[in-house]
């Protein structure tokens, strides 16, 4: 906090450079603010997209050096002392079977908004790319399916979630997973190389959702399949949340219309496209940031496409 009064016992020198860096800091806090005065686009300009991911890289880095599960997409959700469901009950409640969880103990950091893997429909020897993948818990439920033959990449911008994901896969002796660092605007991965994208509450978190549609698109072979799971908005969200950096980082602001939604993913070429929407997922995300009344803004959706070329 700076107080204008605190100036009388500072020099000349301590006094400028508090000045200068109150106004970098009010500066970034505007440009981060102002964002969200206007309508959510899908993208933003260059600079407020890296202001933005920043803020989501700090919240995500701070959840995965704690390792503690939120069960919540939502750093709000993260505070203790929240009345939050079990780690089985949340996780059941987005989709996942007893079994699922069994399996993949430990690697459930609760941040996802359903099950990408109940609509993938895996095969055996496919490769498979995760977008957003955090502590890994999709992509180890992805390598039992598609098995040795096959292969699962998680790709994230947070190095301590990399970390953390590759940690989770020598644990468990997974040789058919790989994490990468990236960014999923810019696809560390080669052309026409996926068989399917799966992706976890992740996209509605991106500045640039055209660019992540048109980066899956290239990255999927023809024919090849997109399985997400997303929060979407249903009615307009509020001036209050669309102006609030933290539910931006929660998974609640940067969620898109579905008409929009379903405009981007055409562009960049995909076909078949089923966007489900989860009425029930309103009561889960009621608890993502209490007082809030985001669940009647916003809902958690199957997202299901294809590769059109
Ligand atoms: C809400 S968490 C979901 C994690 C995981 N999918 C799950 O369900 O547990 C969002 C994750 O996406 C990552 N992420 C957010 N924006 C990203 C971007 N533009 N590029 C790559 N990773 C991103 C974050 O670092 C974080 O690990």
Redesign the pocket.
Known sequence: MYKIENFEIYTTHQRKRAIEDLYKRSTLALSVMSLFAFNSPASFAMNEEEDM?SH??AS?GAIAKSQKPCFS?SSKGCDEGQDKPSAKEYSIGLGYSEQELEESVGAD?G??CGNPGAIASLKEGEIVV??????G??CFLAAKKVGSLGKVIG????PD?IELARANALKRNYTNVEFIL????NLPLSDSSADVII????VN??PNKEAVFREAARVLKRGGRLAISDIVTTTELPEEIKGNIELYTG?ITGATKLDKLKSMMEAAGFGEINIDVKEDSRSFISKWAPGSNAEDYIASAYIYATKLQ
């Open positions: 991911k989501v890289k995500y997409c950091l941040l996802g995760d977008l957003g993948s955090g502590g818990f999709d790709v994230d911008m947070t979630m990236g960014e999923i605007e992706s976890n509450c992740v978190l991106s998974c």
